[in-house]
């Protein structure tokens, strides 16, 4: 397991995070997500651990703030060093009834910090994100609401999820001018067979020393390697229908899986390993959360690390999966060819 510093930062993170939405139960539209028991979450976290992982990513929303009790229990049941991990969660989603039971307002903010330290029982959150936008409340009111939690010891860091470019960009320019704390890691998606982020989003972040969190490497199980060009059912969520997310371009995952599958067998390994080393061969990428509800899966997403790609690899890989054109980006290039390093 390596372990690199998250954005501009001196604090190291595994390359590989437990992310434990798969902890407890719940019904709705994430019921085909969640499902293990306290056993199965010390089980999945003592795994991690063993090999090397030091970073864990939750959310007060995950199964209703289930899965932040469930990680804390795990943690205290395993006897581990509280100060020997990197515990993420984040705040945003809807917790309550009323009218101010979300959103990234100082009130919510406030009780939701409180709230999450309850149930991880732990004094502090070294990570402390938004889980997306909130456009009726000003920046300046959420970043400050963030930096009085830092002053206040309760926070080490903070970060961003789920935030179009400008968002971002504009909240690193608010911390810099009001003296604030600033987000030091973008917590989004990103996978070969969904390269979108390439387009706005990585160049802000290499630009401005953000570090990248991945969440849903695998494209929703998509990249699992459950699924062919024949057999678009499957075994996952997915293909019973009961989950059908993150959107995908299904013709050029397909593309993508074509060039996987021969290649994993050459090196003894998976489909699945094989996308989340090439997310962990990428320059922007932090780390990749990985969640499971099996232990067979998380062994096999364990795996990931020992990949290795030639050069023509990668360069066959990026070929099948890259972004198709699109403006500004064409013209920028066409533009830039007598300004290069």
Known sequence: MKYNLLGNTGLKVSELCLGTMTFGRQGGRFAAINGVDQAGADALLKRSLDAGVNFIDTANVYTEGQSEEMTGQAIRNLGVSRDDLVLATK?????????????????HIMQQAEASLK??????????????????TPLQETLRALDDLVRQGKVRYIGASNVAAWQLMKALDISHYQHLERFVSLQAYYTIAGRDLERELVPLLLDQQVGLMVWSPLAGGFLSGKYTRENQQGEGRRGSGSFDF?????????????????????????????????LLHQPVVSTVIIGAKKMNQLDDNLTAVDVQFTPDELKELDEVSQLAPEYPGWMLQFTGGDRQK
């Open 91 to 107: 705040v945003r989603g809807k917790m309550g009834d009323g009218p101010n039971d979300s959103g990234l307002t100082r009130k």
């Open 119 to 136: 149930r991880l029982g732990t004094d502090y959150l070294d990570l402390y994100q938004i889980h997306s936008y909130d456009p009726l």
């Open 246 to 278: 993150p959107p995908v371009n299904k013709d050029l995952a397909f593309n993508v899986l074509d060039k996987l599958r021969p290649l994993a067998e050459a090196k003894g390994s998976t489909v699945a390993a094989l996308a989340l080393a090439w």
